[in-house]
């Protein structure tokens, strides 16, 4: 897939055919700027884009519709053109002022013509009056669980206004807070707008995948303790796999058409169907590289060298045991917003990442993640085993630098600096976006409260709550009631999940735009060499891992993977959650590629990387 990007120094074909003065027609105007210029110069900029705006929106495909900008924006930058002959400003000087102009309001164009997506939700919360199958967590809620119909209410006429006041005067059931809902709405000047991202609906609460998602997240919660290495020597996973194998609900991977150790709790990706103009429609995917090898990316195992100082790959971890939210009381204490009651309990030791606990615990708050693989990748490897080193990963073979005889890329652009400074970026539109969906589309069940549905009704023969059968009679359910003593599901976090929807992740966004951002500077087939994996027997150490190789483009898909559904290990997110957003990072990862792409100077291809789904894009 090629995207068609405008080149800030050309005029555009449309307007170099019926114009010979692609500089306008008062170029060779000498006159000095006037007083009133700079206001005049505002005045046709605010005119030519009124104009502009208006006509964009008739164009009726994207020949027509870029032609139509070509002119539009030629005609603006003509009338601007004339403010130019400032005898103390270098033509050159000035002539880079108008390249920005022209490349920001070409992308401003371009992001506008992007048509608002389709947000279609799994109408649970239309489906059911007492709101059982919508997040509600944060209002007061009575003994059964259930949300105060009032107080939703308000929240409700929020939702629709999307205004701060009516945010704030929703009743809370505790002292936490809802989490940024207004803040979604901000508007962002490189990229698309989250309006304009389609991601198919949840799972409905009823449906076999939901319940095909529940057993998924209640057998990881029984096995956070089993270490990654040693998962042909359980039992219990073996009991997990055989019974994940039989879902049909179940979009995770498989192998040969079946479930097996090595694609069990492995990561996907999910994508609207293009196909399908709804969105309803999704398209499951297994992105290259993540049933390779073991669990846990090479990114996650390997001390990372940061200038003359090291981050160090070993993390605090969460003793086992540390698990919450299973007495009733405290469950519904955290439905209604109250601070926990009770705090982890951690190991004294750090060690590498081993099991699902430790990765759970890993993405609580977040290491260096995505941030310490640019380094790593940055980074040459190190002659003496006692110094940490990188990956030495070559750099995109696009990148105009590697063919330049004279020039090297530093932060400006297209070195290590310049990607540092698009990774956080990445990460705050990535949340606009996710969090828009969240608060404005879906407000999808948390595990922990749909735990809650689970235990009234196997419970308490709470048959007005409407449970596919296949999470009713899941073998799951029985050891965690001889384990805890209820139905409900084990959280890794004492809290339980932040006080917003369930879908699409925030954590998984975040991960799906910085991974596409990385795979697009570096070379994805450059094979890592020496990898290793924590030690199951001991993992404060790691030991060598021979088998198939590992990737660049391979491990970044893994560790995005990694941090998506770390989360679901943790007990606060689904597969779904974690697999739609991904995609939905990615296009906006696209989307700000787009847009810089606009700003170089360099002669320059474009961004080429493979995409979640295996195919390839120029960008």
Not at 235 to 256: K, M, N, W, Y
Not at 573 to 598: F, K, M, N, Q, Y
Request: glycine share 10%; hydrophobic share 40%.
């Amino acid at each position: 897939m090629t995207i068609d990007s405008h080149h800030p120094d050309r005029p555009s074909a449309a307007k170099a055919a019926d114009d010979p003065n692609p500089q306008g027609p008062e170029a060779a105007s000498s006159t000095p700027r006037a007083s009133g210029e700079k206001t005049a110069g505002r005045r046709a900029f605010i005119g030519v884009a009124g104009t502009l705006a208006a006509g964009s929106v008739l164009a009726g495909s994207a020949g027509v519709a870029r032609a139509e900008r070509g002119r539009d924006v030629e005609a603006l930058l003509g009338d601007l053109d004339s403010l130019r002959r400032d005898p103390h400003v270098s033509p050159l000087d000035h002539e880079l002022r108008l390249r920005a102009l022209r490349a920001r309001t070409e992308a401003a164009l371009d992001n506008f013509r992007e048509p608002v997506a389709p947000h279609p939700n799994n109408g649970d919360e239309a489906r059911y009056p007492n709101k059982i199958g919508t997040d509600t967590r944060g209002l007061p809620h009575d003994e059964r669980g259930e949300v105060d119909l009032d107080a939703y209410e308000i929240a409700s006429r929020a939702y629709a206004s999307r205004e701060w006041d009516d945010f704030e005067a929703i009743p809370l059931g505790g002292t936490r807070k809802l989490v940024n809902p207004v803040g979604t709405l901000a508007v962002s000047l490189i990229g698309t707008t989250p309006v304009q991202i389609v991601v198919p609906p949840a799972p409905a609460v009823a449906s076999a995948e939901k319940a095909a998602e529940a057993v998924e997240v209640y057998w990881q919660a029984l096995l956070r303790d089993v270490p990654f290495g040693r998962y042909e020597d359980s039992g219990d996973v073996q009991d997990a796999l055989e019974e994940i194998d039989g879902l049909s609900g179940h979009t995770g991977p498989r192998a040969g058409g079946r479930v097996t150790l090595q694609t069990l709790f492995r990561g996907s990706v999910t994508y609207a169907d293009p196909r399908d103009r709804s969105g309803r429609t999704a398209k499951h995917v297994i992105p290259p590289g993540v049933l390779d090898g073991p669990y846990i990316s090479q990114f996650l195992v390997r001390d990372i060298p940061y200038g003359p100082q090291v981050i160090g790959a070993r993390i605090r971890t969460a003793l086992p045991g540390n698990d919450f939210l299973t007495e009733y009381e405290e469950w519904l204490a955290a439905q209604d917003g109250l601070p926990p009651g009770r705090s982890i309990a951690y190991d004294p030791v750090r060690r590498y990442i081993a099991t699902g606990r430790d990765l759970a615990e890993f993405v609580h708050s977040g290491g260096p993640l995505f941030w310490g693989a640019a380094l790593l990748l940055g980074a040459g490897r190190s002659p003496d085993p006692a110094v940490p080193g990188g990956v030495a990963a070559p750099l995109s073979p696009t990148n105009p630098y590697l063919r330049s005889r004279t020039q090297a890329s530093a932060a400006a652009s297209f070195a290590l600096g310049y990607l540092q400074s698009l990774l956080p970026l990445g990460t705050s539109r990535a949340i606009r976006a996710a969090y828009w969906q969240k608060w404005f589309v879906h407000r999808s069940l948390r595990p922990e409260a749909y735990g809650g549905l689970v235990h009234h009704r196997v419970a308490n023969d709470a048959r007005d709550y409407p449970l596919h059968r296949d999470i009713l009679r899941s073998r799951a359910l029985d050891l965690v009631f001889d384990q805890f003593g209820s139905y409900l599901l084990p959280q890794a976090f004492p809290e339980g999940a932040p006080n917003h929807g369930s879908y699409p992740g925030g954590a998984a966004a975040i991960a799906g735009v910085n991974a596409t951002l990385l795979k697009a500077f570096f070379d994805e087939d450059h094979v890592i060499a020496d990898p290793f994996v924590a030690d199951p027997d001991d993992p404060t150490r790691v030991i060598p891992y021979s088998g198939p190789p590992l990737t660049v483009g391979g491990e970044l898909n893994k560790l995005a993977t990694n941090y998506a559904f770390g989360r679901n290990w943790a007990g606060i997110h689904w597969r779904t959650d974690a697999a739609a957003s991904l995609a939905l990072g990615e296009e906006v990862a696209i989307s700000l590629l787009r847009d810089e792409r606009r700003t170089f100077r360099e002669p320059f291809e474009g961004f080429t990387f493979t995409r979640f789904d295996g195919t390839r894009i120029t960008i």
